[in-house]
Structures are given as structure tokens and as C-alpha cells.
């Protein structure tokens, strides 16, 4: 196979102008470790441009709600458009098998043409011969937009999505993981944008903090660690900017005893090691009934054995390597920790040998809370399987911790599983399914796992303020 090359080279978009820099950070291809490619190394001088060009663009951007629907639907063609060669770039950096690269990039779309299409009527609370009074939206301004390494271009460009329909405009940021699809896409996107209504930079983890803190954003919408999230609510705190923070999850399964153990597992083993495990909302404890505990071990045992681990450009891939070495070796830290606790490797339970940063998929039993990797997010394919007693047990064991952004609830009777899903201590509760989101869903944690939400009406929150506007009916002085 010929190594990946890019074909022109990475620029950041500032005001509607390509942007190089005379540093540069590299990019390096999960699935070999080896760089392929350079970015350019923003700093403050960027930044800085990056908020003005924004806040300039802002005052004609919010004036025209029908010309911005329209710039969504043209962003959208552009991410249709551009998938072809994007898709490529994407598993290059961030490892994942081309087809859930294409994915992502049709996501992206979805999202566009979701807010695009959406109408917001102002809440009317009150009409009658007194007075109007209605509740509406004002955009807030520039938004830093700061993206994670595990979805950068969907997570990225949903909250490009949301702040325009708001009326807002962005300075986007990606991980330094994976900052080279989005990039080339901030580039094409301003052919069909204004100048100005989105910035694109890249540079190291230290760029954070710049745009966070500046003066000139009005808001911050993160999506990442809970770790980052706090120290960005501390940030954004000084200044009241709004804030909407997607973090960290630990989503937890409770496996009721009247189920079919393989056509769940058949259900649950994608969602749980889609993007290798490397997805906020993704089952990452199962709790399982006893009667049914050694049968659904053995079929996700078996799943794991079967799938196909390799270099995410093969066509018959089904997990690629963890995106980055730090994570690949906290996966390995969290397992070699849960044995030396007593926990049973059933299958996998190693860092692949070779180039890249590859994981065994890993199934491990006879581990319970109090061990990190139950306790704590993973966010790779190591899947601990945990006893429960009974109802009260399993709900008791799902909600402790700090983590609160999805769970579910399995049974051939979905009343009952209801009735426990809806106990759930979090943002988003399934029954029968996981991960099952749109566009149209706020998605948004409880706990520590988040702050707002992104998605539906509710998602504009974070990038507009409510203004109330009371219309008396009366004129002063008026006899009428
Ligand atoms: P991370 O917190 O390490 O980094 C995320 C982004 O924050 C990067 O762009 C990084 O450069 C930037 N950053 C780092 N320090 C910063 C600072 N002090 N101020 C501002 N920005 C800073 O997260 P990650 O490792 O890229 O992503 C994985 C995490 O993201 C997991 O915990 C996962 O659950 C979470 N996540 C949550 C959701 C959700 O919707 N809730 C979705 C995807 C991922």
C-alpha cells in the first residue's frame, strides 16, 4: 500500500485568507506513528486576527437569517462535495477505516442541512388587547469552537452549524491530533462563505487557553475531557462567556435477565468498539444479570476475537489503531491495572507488536467498581463486563461516579426496561439501543460529563442569548 501523501499544503483560514506560519507542529499517522504531514503552529498574533476578522463578520452575518439557511445548505454541497478527497485525510490522521471516515463527513452534511431547515418562531407568551410578549433569540458574536481528536470534522462542524443558524460567527479550533481535514475543509468553505464568519487555526494544545480567555469571544463551545472542560469553565468564568461543554463519558449498559444474549451482543459489540472505543457516548461498563453473565461474556468474547484490526486504508478493517500513544497506552495502563486487581482477561488484554498504535479488542470479567477502568472513562477497546444482583444493585452501580452522558437498558420487554432506563443518571437514556443520535436530539451530559447541549432548538443555546420583548398595546397619553 502507498503511504498517504497529502496533496496541497495545510493553511489555516483567518478572514477569509489562507494563513501560513513560519513554525509548524507535525501530524502523525496513527496506524504507522510515523509523521506525514505539517501544520501550521498558531500563536497569539493568529488568534487575535482570527476574534477581529469574526467579530467584524459578525455585524452583517447577523442580519440576514435567509442568507445564512443558504450558506448552510452551500456548506453542505461543499462537505458532500469535498468527502471524496477529505475522507482519505481523515483516516490518515485520526486512523479510523475509511467507510466511518465517509460517515463522518455525511454526518457533517446532516448536521448543516438540519440547522439550515430549522425554523425558530419567536415563544409568544402572552397576545391580547394589553400587551405582546414574545421571547427571542440574539446572536452573541465570535464563538471559540474547540474540537476533539475522535470526531474532529462532524463534532467541529456541528458547532459551525449551530452558531451560524444562531447568527454567530466562529474561530475554530481542532485537536492537534487531527487538524488536517478540518483545515482543508475551513479552506473550501470559504468559497461559499463571507469572510471573516469562519476562522480556522491550528497549533498545539496551548491555543486553547488564547481563544477561551480572549476578550473578543462571547462564547465557548467545547467538546472534549472533562479534565480540559473544567479548566475552560475557569477560564470562560471571568468574563461570563456562554458556555457549552460536551465532555467526558463512562455510559453504562444494565443487561436485563429475559434477554436474547446474541442479538444483543450483536447490537451492542459495534457500539461499544465503533471508532475503537474512542467515542464519548459509547457503552463502556456493561452490567449484566447473573443467570445470563457467562453466555454474554462468551458472544462478546467471540466478536472480539473475529474483528478485524488493521491500517484503516484496507478494505477489510473493521477497528483501526487508537488515535494517538497517549491513549493507546492509558487503554493499556487501565487493563493491566484492572488484573492486578483481579480482573480476567477473556480475550485480548495487549498493545499490538509493530508500527502504529494498535490495541487488542479486549473483554475482561471479575472486575467491579472501585477499578479505574469501570470507574473511569477508557475511551478504547477494552470492555469490562460486570455482575450485577438485581435492579436496584445494577442502578445503584450505573450511577455512581461523576459521569452522566448516555446509558441503556436491555430486555425483550421494553416497559420494563423503560422503567429502569428513565432511573438513569443521565443525558441521554436508551432502551434497546446505544448511541442513537441526531441532529434534531440535545445532546448533552449530566454531571460531569457536560454543561448544555448541542442539537435541536435547545442547541442554539449556547451561541445566542433570550431577549424578552413586552409590546404594550397601550399608548402613553393615547385615548384608544
Ligand atoms: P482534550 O480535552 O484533551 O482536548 C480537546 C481539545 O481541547 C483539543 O482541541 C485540545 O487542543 C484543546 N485543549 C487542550 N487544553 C486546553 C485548554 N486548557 N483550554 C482550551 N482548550 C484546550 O480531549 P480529547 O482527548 O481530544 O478528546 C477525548 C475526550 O473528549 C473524551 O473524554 C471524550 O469523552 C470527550 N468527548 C466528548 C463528547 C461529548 O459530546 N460529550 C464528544 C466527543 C468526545
Known amino acids: 500500500m502507498e503511504p498517504f501523501t497529502l496533496t496541497s499544503p ?49 455585524q452583517t452575518w447577523r442580519e440576514d437569517e435567509e442568507y445564512r439557511r443558504q450558506s448552510l445548505r452551500a456548506m453542505a454541497d461543499v462537505v458532500q462535495d469535498a468527502a471524496g478527497e477529505l475522507t482519505q485525510v481523515l483516516t490518515a490522521e485520526q486512523g ?16 448543516l442541512r438540519y440547522y439550515a431547515d430549522l425554523e425558530v418562531p419567536p415563544e409568544v407568551l402572552r397576545d391580547d388587547s394589553e400587551a405582546r410578549v414574545e421571547v427571542v433569540r440574539r446572536p452573541l458574536g ?36 487531527t487538524p488536517l481535514a478540518t483545515l482543508r475543509l475551513g479552506e473550501l468553505l470559504g468559497q461559499v462563505l463571507p469572510a471573516g464568519v469562519l476562522n480556522v487555526l491550528s497549533g498545539g494544545d496551548e491555543i486553547g487557553p488564547m481563544m477561551t480567555t480572549h476578550p473578543l469571544a462571547r462564547a465557548v463551545s467545547f467538546t472534549g475531557s472533562t479534565a480540559t472542560g473544567r479548566k475552560i469553565a475557569a477560564a470562560a468564568g471571568d468574563d461570563l462567556k456562554r458556555l457549552t461543554l ?24 459495534p457500539r ?28 462478546f468474547a467471540d466478536r ?14 473493521v477497528l483501526g489503531p487508537l488515535n494517538n500513544a497517549p491513549q493507546r497506552d492509558r487503554v493499556a495502563t487501565l487493563v493491566t491495572e484492572a488484573v492486578a486487581h483481579g480482573a480476567k482477561v477473556v480475550t485480548g488484554g495487549t498493545v499490538i507488536d509493530g508500527p502504529g498504535y494498535f490495541y487488542e479488542p479486549t473483554i475482561l470479567t471479575d472486575v467491579s467498581d ?57 443525558g441521554m437514556s436508551w432502551v434497546n439501543t446505544h448511541t ?6 440535545p445532546f448533552g451530559g449530566a454531571k460531569w460529563s457536560g454543561l448544555g447541549s448541542e442539537g435541536g432548538p435547545r442547541g442554539l443555546d449556547g451561541y445566542s442569548d433570550f431577549q424578552v420583548i413586552y409590546r404594550s398595546k397601550k399608548v402613553p397619553g393615547s385615548r384608544v
Not at 375 to 389: C, K, M, N, S
Not at 390 to 409: K, P, Q, W
Request: with cysteine; glycine share 8%.
Open 10 to 58: 495545510a493553511v489555516m483560514t483567518i478572514g477569509g485568507a489562507a494563513v501560513d506560519t513560519a513554525t509548524s507542529l507535525d501530524v502523525i499517522n496513527p496506524a504507522t506513528g510515523r509523521p506525514f504531514a505539517s501544520v501550521p503552529a498558531g500563536d497569539r498574533t493568529h488568534v487575535d486576527a482570527a476574534f477581529e476578522a469574526a467579530t467584524r463578520a459578525f
Open 96 to 111: 479510523k477505516p475509511l467507510s466511518e471516515s465517509q460517515r463522518e463527513f455525511a454526518g457533517t452534511a446532516g448536521w
Open 142 to 177: 465570535a464563538v471559540a469552537a474547540i474540537a476533539p481528536f475522535n470526531f474532529p470534522i462532524m463534532i467541529g462542524f456541528a458547532k459551525v452549524a449551530t452558531a451560524f443558524r444562531a447568527g454567530s460567527t466562529v474561530v475554530l479550533k481542532p485537536s492537534p491530533y
Open 246 to 269: 460536551e465532555l467526558g463519558g463512562n455510559d453504562p449498559v444494565i443487561v436485563l435477565d429475559d434477554v436474547d444474549v446474541d442479538a444483543v451482543v450483536e447490537q451492542l459489540f
Open 272 to 299: 461499544a468498539f465503533n471508532n475503537n472505543g474512542q467515542a464519548c457516548v459509547a457503552p463502556k461498563r456493561i452490567y449484566v444479570a447473573r443467570e445470563i453473565r457467562s453466555a454474554l461474556v462468551d458472544a
Open 304 to 317: 472480539a476475537r473475529a474483528v478485524k484490526v488493521g491500517d484503516g486504508f484496507l478494505p477489510e478493517t
Open 370 to 426: 472501585g477499578v479505574r477502568i469501570v470507574d473511569e472513562e477508557q475511551f478504547g477497546p477494552a470492555l469490562p463486563i460486570v455482575e450485577y444482583t438485581d435492579i436496584e444493585d445494577a442502578l445503584r452501580r450505573a450511577n455512581s461516579g461523576m459521569f452522566g452522558l448516555g446509558g441503556s437498558v436491555w430486555s425483550a420487554d421494553t416497559d420494563r426496561a423503560a422503567a429502569v432506563a428513565q432511573r438513569l443518571e443521565t
Open 436 to 441: 442513537a443520535i441526531s441532529p434534531a436530539m
